[in-house]
C-alpha cells in the first residue's frame, strides 16, 4: 500500500491540524513529504499534547499523530535566500499544500503563479477557512470559528464538539482533491491550483440538514426513534433504526421478549416513522430500561439491527476491531505512542508508519544535499540563520 504515492514529492507548507493530516495520508500512501517550517516560528501542533516533555522537545502529540513518514526541513520562506530555496525544490516538486491565510504566501512571491511558472506540473493546494474567493476569502479561521460560523455548534445543541473534526474532513478532502489533480495532470500533463474551503466541508458534513435549512419543512418534525440513545440498567444504548423495515425487526424482537408494541409491526413508510406516537416512545424508552446495555446489543445485533453501548474515548480505542486492523501502530522512535494510519486498507494491507515524526531540522542537511548544495553553500545557510 506503501508505494501507492511512492514517486511523488510534496513540499508541506502546513501547521496545526488539517494540513499537515492531509499530507500524512499522502506520506502513508509512500510520497516523499518535505515539512517546510519556519525555523522561529514551526508548527505550533509541536507545543501541544497532554505531555510536556514531549511539548517541551517539539514533540507534542498534537503534531505526532500527523508527523509521520514526513521529512523536516526548517527554512525561513521571509528571507530572499530562503524563498529561493524554496523555488529550487518546487521545480522538482509534484504536489505543495499549504495552509496560511489566503494570499500569504503569494505576498512573499511564493504564490501558485509565480512557482507554476518555475514548474507547469507543479499541483499547489491551498487550504482555508474560507475559500480563495468571496467576502471572507481572507479572514483566517480555525475549526472552532468553522463549527460557529456553519451552524454545526447550532446543530449540536449549542455545545461545541470536542473533538476538531472539520479539521480532519478538510484533510480528507484535500488528500482526495491532491490525487485527482495528479490523475488529471497524468492526462494533461499540467498542474493546478487547488482552493479547499474549511466552511464548505462542513457543510458537506451536514448536507441533509444544510438542504433542509433552505426548503423549511410544513410540518416540525420530532427525532425519529431510533436515532435516539436509549438509557438502559447500566448505560446508554444507540440504536440504529433508520429504514422502516427495522422497525418491523424490532417489533418482534420485542414481542419475543414480551413486549408488544403493534404500532412498530405498522411501519412500512417514512410518513409511518414520523407518525410514532409519543406514547410508543416513551414504551421503547421503559423496555430498554429492562437490561443492561450490553445485554441489548446482543438481543439487536441477532435481530440484525445495528447497536452498541456508547463508549468512552479510553474503551474505543482499545477496541479488539482496531487492533486486528492495524489501525494504530506504535511510532518507530517510541513505542508507547500509538499513531494513526489510513482509515483503509488497499489489496488487503493498510499503511505502515516507517519513519518517526521528525524533530525540527531533522533532515534539512540531507534534503539540501539532495537539491546539488555543497557543504559549504549549507553551512552559510546555517550560519546565516536562514535553515536550521
Excluded at 84 to 99: H, Y
Aim: proline letters at 5%.
Amino acid at each position: 500500500m506503501t508505494t501507492a504515492l511512492n514517486t511523488i514529492k510534496v513540499l508541506d507548507l502546513t501547521h496545526v491540524l488539517a494540513g499537515p493530516f492531509c499530507t500524512y495520508q499522502l506520506g502513508l500512501l509512500g510520497a516523499d513529504v518535505i515539512k517546510i517550517e519556519d525555523p522561529s516560528n514551526p508548527d505550533c501542533a509541536r507545543g501541544r499534547g497532554p505531555d510536556d516533555d514531549l511539548n517541551a522537545a517539539g514533540l507534542g502529540l498534537n503534531y505526532q499523530v500527523q508527523g509521520g513518514n514526513k521529512r523536516s526541513l526548517a527554512i525561513n520562506l521571509r528571507s530572499a535566500e530562503g524563498a529561493d530555496l524554496l523555488k529550487s525544490l518546487a521545480k522538482t516538486a509534484d504536489v505543495i499544500v499549504e495552509n496560511y491565510t489566503t494570499g500569504a504566501l503569494a505576498e512573499l512571491g511564493l504564490g501558485y503563479d509565480v512557482l507554476a511558472a518555475i514548474n507547469p506540473r507543479l499541483i499547489y493546494c491551498s487550504i482555508t477557512g474560507y475559500g480563495d474567493s468571496g467576502p471572507q476569502a481572507e479572514h483566517g479561521a480555525y475549526d472552532n470559528v468553522i463549527q460557529a460560523t456553519s451552524g454545526t455548534i447550532s446543530q449540536c445543541g449549542g455545545v461545541k464538539p470536542g473533538v476538531s473534526f472539520v479539521d480532519y474532513a478538510t484533510g480528507y478532502a484535500a488528500a482526495f482533491a491532491v490525487t485527482a489533480a495528479l490523475n488529471q495532470r497524468a492526462q494533461t500533463g499540467r498542474g493546478t491550483h487547488i482552493s479547499v474551503s474549511m466552511l464548505e466541508i462542513a457543510m458537506q458534513m451536514m448536507a441533509p440538514e444544510a438542504a433542509a435549512a433552505q426548503r423549511p419543512a410544513s410540518v416540525a418534525r420530532g427525532k425519529e426513534p431510533g436515532i435516539a440513545s436509549y438509557d438502559t440498567q447500566d448505560g446508554q444504548l444507540m440504536l440504529g433504526a433508520f429504514h422502516p423495515a427495522q422497525y418491523r425487526k424490532l417489533a418482534t424482537l420485542l414481542d419475543g421478549l414480551g413486549h408488544s408494541l403493534p404500532a412498530l409491526t405498522q411501519v412500512h413508510t417514512w410518513p409511518d416513522v414520523w407518525a410514532l406516537s409519543d406514547t410508543t416512545k416513551s414504551a421503547l424508552r421503559d423496555i430498554f430500561l429492562t437490561a443492561d446495555a450490553n445485554t441489548w446489543v446482543t438481543r439487536l445485533r441477532a435481530a440484525d439491527l445495528p447497536a452498541e453501548r456508547v463508549k468512552t474515548l479510553a474503551e474505543a480505542v482499545a477496541l479488539p476491531q482496531l487492533a486486528a486492523r492495524g489501525y494504530f501502530q506504535p511510532s518507530p522512535s517510541d513505542t508507547d505512542i500509538p499513531l494513526p494510519t489510513t482509515a483503509f486498507h488497499m489489496g488487503g494491507k493498510g499503511a505502515t508508519v516507517h519513519q518517526a515524526p521528525p524533530t525540527l531540522g531533522q533532515h534539512s542537511d540531507a534534503v539540501l544535499s539532495e537539491m546539488g548544495l555543497s557543504a559549504q553553500q549549507i553551512r552559510q545557510l546555517y550560519d546565516a540563520g536562514i535553515v536550521t
